[in-house]
């Protein structure tokens, strides 16, 4: 049977010419859209290396002087009296991962002498403890937030996270007690190692934590929290901005508002595209879907068409409906999959000539990493995952559309498609 | 003869009711979506109230400090860059200065929770907050439906002057006609000077439902130097000749280039403390290259344009083949008609026309569901579609509507309509012009 499938596709070239023409482009534009669907719902699913759970940052104007410092202060104690929190502390602006903002350090070691740009996060040196707590970093050992030691000062020793130290100890040593040195001056003794975390959406990258006691130069700060388990997140935001907001602000230090971890994790992943860009890809996939239904419906349309005499005889022979059905899905599998199998060739020309995978606007390491833990980042599980993906749903649109079409003529009965000739 | 092939077409429609619904379905997708396309880039570089004067506006929405300092030899080393908005000072100390320049306006925003009317009414939710100035209303055309824009004596600090928008002058007072009565916003009690007819929130640059006057921050509102460049400002400034952004750009270059060495030089003699801070990247830019900037991951119009191309080129060339391979089996299946025809005597161009006259009133029919699918698709969807392409911005207000003019812009539809007719109409050429090629006796024994 499929010897002679082949035989009429070859008879019927130029008719098969342009659905192959059309499959083929069509199967080139839906992976181009597909790939990125699968690369940020595999990056969102990632383990974020932090928890946001219950944790809320309040956003603080404050004024540059030097007692700024004890109005926040005055902050961070009249909000750990609140029954709901659990814990409170000052840091940096958004200086915490998954937030939109991110501030970047060139740091070397004595093993690393080459400058390696790290995502920094800045905590105040009152509260190094609080803000491990709150933010919930997990040390490589205990999986537990970090334990500061108390005779230690915190603002001499950083955290880094594992990534951070495979790069400044490529020897493998224990990072913990060796030395690094920040650029444009300063040295921090690595008081541990935390799990990987992502700074902004999907993207894992070596990143640093060190703590100091007063930062200069800033207009603003946050307050993070971390509720109470059996706090309700959104009473509490409710209460804050109604009841506390306004008592804690003063001439110094300002309250304009409250967002959580989750919150501030989602404007990020707008900020830099990501929903925009995942509408997109679905419009273009459902388009590209549609563009094949109604091409694969219209050709094996016009086939059944011409061929009805064709499908009287094959009745008239004793063929079934199935078995009439089956030789058009096969002969539109075929012409799927050639098609296919000619666009999935540029599309590997493309990915390995830029040695990345298809850009999609969007500021993530699209580089390929054949090393790497994560399958995404592999040129073969993710061209094979995103190439599976494509060419199911080709196929399932294919034969929906054959059997709309064929579905019509298989029920001929020999009589009527014979009648004409 | 028209009309003879209208009805013609009109009849095969009738009798190939799936090859015309295919035909449809697959003209209306592509018109829709690349109507969309154009409708996204029409409502951010267009011309659009009140941004009627993008077309000779500039912007300029921050700039890099890079600050050096001298290490324990004595050498200069670069301590960190920042890139962040602009000192608004900016304006009265160097772009008035500057010839050529028309209007300059410099504008931020700020979200209030509550804003509470003289008569006891509030309203409670999220609202943008502008800052403006009287160079905002001649750089952004606001509809005045009653009052004025700011003038000079609404400049005072603390500001006690406000314009509000026509949306929030209904839903506070139940008019638009409320100048002179007073709002309150964050415990600051403002006297209403005008009523703007609603700006779209898609028209983010001017967007806001209440305007103040500038309100100074004594961190940042400092006369402009490198030290003190940075602030929370953009920029927006219109040329008076309409093409003279280059040079301004040039001349406001200057003046930023005199300022480096000017610091460069009390820093070496030791006047000017510690740190040197120097202005090293400063970028004026036309309003639409902005826009087209902004929505490149990598800042750049040209990959914006790029990516634009191939995406309405994928868009098209699809159903354009989809098309041909349906023209080019119709074709095989008229072949008998068609060399009735031309025994009768009908030349290859009556034949020829006769197919393209169908074909344009398929496309006619899908360009009519296409739009009609587009405007249900732009207005009840606006927020999901329109900001498909956005970058770097959080708009917190909870609906974001989009204007009339924006959607129902004849311009928009006849361009995409024409693109969308000359590839149909190419794509049904290239299949009849091959069927068209085989002998009268040939055709007519096709179905033998």
Known sequence: MLKMILKQMWVQRKENGWIFLEMAIISFFLWKAMDPIYTIVTMHNFNKGFNTEKALAIDVEISMDEETQEALDGVAEAIKLNPMVQDAAITGVFSFPGSTVRSLYSIKSEQCPEWIGMATYLGFANYAQNYMNIVGYRDINTGMPPVIDAGIPVESICYISRMA???????????????????????????????????????????????????????????????????????????????????LSTEKCRIRGIKSFGDIYTENRIMIGVDGQMRLQYILSFFFIACAFLGIAGTIWMKCNSRRSEIGLYRAMGSTKRGILGMFFLESAILVTLAYLVALVPLVAIILGNNEFLYSNIMFDLSIDNTSPYLYKRFLPHFGIVSLITYAILMGTAFIGTYITVHKYSNLQPSEALREE | MIKTYFKQAWN???QNRLFSSIYIIGTALAIAITMTLFVIYYVK?????????????????????????????????????YNAGINRFFIPDILEKIENVDACTATRTFYADDIAADNGKSYQGKIMVRYADPAFWKVFTFDFLCGRPFMQEDMVEPPQSAIISSKLAEKLFASTKVAGREITIENSTYKIVGVVKSPSSFALDSYGEVFVPHKNNLNTDKPFATSTAHGMYGIYFTAKAGRYTEKISEDIDNVIKRMNVEAEDA???????????????????????????NDSAKGSMMETLQRLALLIFSLLIVPAINLSSMISSRMEERKAEIGVRLAFGATRGSVMKQVLWENMLLTGIGGVVGLLFTIVLVYTGAEWVLTIFDQGEIFEVAQRELNADMLMNPYIFITAFLFCMTINIASAWLPARWALKHSIADSLNSKK
């Open chain 2, 267 to 293: 820093f070496e003699k030791g006047l000017a403390g510690e740190q040197l801070s120097q202005i090293k990247e400063f970028d004026v830019k036309p309003f639409w290259k902005l826009q087209l900037d």
């Open chain 1, 165 to 247: 130290a495979a790069k400044l100890f490529p020897d493998g040593s224990n990072p913990v007690g060796q030395k690094v040195s920040r650029g444009g001056g300063g040295s921090f003794t690595v008081a541990g190692v935390i799990e990987d975390v992502t700074p902004s959406f999907g993207t894992y990258e070596p990143v640093i934590i060190w703590f100091e006691p007063f930062l200069e130069k800033v207009y603003s700060v946050n307050a993070i929290v971390k509720l109470k388990e059996n706090a309700d997140e959104v009473l509490f935001r409710k209460s804050f901005m109604e009841n506390d907001a306004a008592k």
């Open chain 2, 45 to 81: 570089i267009g011309p659009v109230y009140p941004e009627y004067n993008r077309g000779r506006t500039s912007v300029i929405k921050e700039l890099l400090i890079e600050v050096k300092g001298k290490n324990k030899d004595g050498e200069t080393k670069i301590f960190a860059s």
């Open chain 2, 12 to 14: 095969i429609i009738g």
